[in-house]
């Protein structure tokens, strides 16, 4: 009997923790953002050097397959790799293919952006120029309004991963205040 009574008063807590949104990661485990690796949808800037036929610098988006259509070397994969092993691997391929004897591959970032939307004044999809939190993603598109549900803030990360913020606990302990990143995609639920 007291087993019984004590498994339905653990699994009402576990209940009330998933139901209410609490945070899915300790404050002392943020979420790591790679600034240094190229993301789908990314707008290269990419420059080839030192070669008599060079086409100068173009831009390519990297597509949904994670290629970028390169000068005579045609899809390349990109995203997922940090930049400075793209330019590498980009050069050794036109190499190895025998196109050039020598080459230097310079790879530049486009804008980035984070999206705010739900229950803020301004939804916006919002330059991202460095570390920025959540609260402060929130508080540069006009703040909550008052329907918005502070404590059940939902962050989707470029690679597909969700988190939810308790931004009232937020604004009192700045460790549970998550970090944005390139990509990610914020929603604030309305309150019911």
Same mark, same amino acid.
């Given at each position: 009997?007291?087993?019984?009574?004590?498994?339905?008063?653990?699994?009402?807590?576990?209940?009330?923790?998933?139901?209410?949104?609490?945070?899915?990661?300790?404050?002392?485990?943020?979420?790591?953002?790679?600034?240094?690796?190229?993301?789908?949808?990314?707008?290269?800037?990419?420059?080839?050097?030192?070669?008599?036929?060079?086409?100068?610098?173009r831009q390519h988006a990297v597509r949904a397959d994670g290629t970028v259509n390169m000068f005579r070397l045609g899809?390349?994969?990109?995203?997922?790799?940090?930049?400075?092993?793209?330019?590498?691997?980009?050069?050794?391929?036109?190499?190895?293919?025998?196109?050039?004897?020598?080459?230097?591959? !310079?790879?530049?970032?486009?804008?980035?952006?984070?999206?705010?939307?739900?229950?803020?004044?301004?939804?916006?999809?919002?330059?991202?120029?460095?570390?920025?939190?959540?609260?402060?993603?929130?508080?540069?598109?006009?703040?909550?309004?008052? %329907?918005?549900?502070?404590?059940? !803030?939902?962050?989707?990360?470029?690679?597909?991963?969700?988190? %939810?913020?308790?931004?009232?606990?937020?604004?009192?302990?700045?460790?549970?205040?998550?970090?944005?990143?390139?990509?990610?995609?914020?929603?604030?639920?309305?309150?019911?």
């Amino acid at each position: 009997m007291i087993w019984k009574g004590w498994i339905s008063a653990v699994a009402s807590v576990v209940f009330v923790l998933l139901w209410t949104g609490c945070v899915l990661r300790p404050p002392d485990k943020q979420y790591v953002c790679k600034d240094d690796v190229i993301l789908l949808g990314d707008t290269l800037t990419i420059s080839l050097l030192d070669i008599p036929d060079s086409p100068g610098e173009r831009q390519h988006a990297v597509r949904a397959d994670g290629t970028v259509n390169m000068f005579r070397l045609g899809p390349v994969p990109a995203a997922g790799m940090k930049f400075s092993d793209f330019e590498r691997e980009t050069k050794n391929a036109y190499i190895t293919n025998e196109y050039y004897k020598q080459i230097t591959v !310079v790879v530049k970032t486009g804008e980035r952006f984070y999206t705010v939307a739900g229950e803020v004044n301004n939804r916006a999809r919002m330059l991202y120029s460095g570390h920025i939190t959540v609260l402060r993603a929130i508080g540069s598109c006009g703040d909550f309004t008052e %329907f918005a549900n502070r404590s059940k !803030v939902e962050i989707t990360r470029a690679d597909g991963t969700r988190e %939810f913020v308790d931004c009232k606990l937020a604004r009192k302990d700045a460790r549970y205040d998550r970090t944005i990143c390139p990509g990610d995609y914020i929603l604030v639920p309305k309150s019911f």
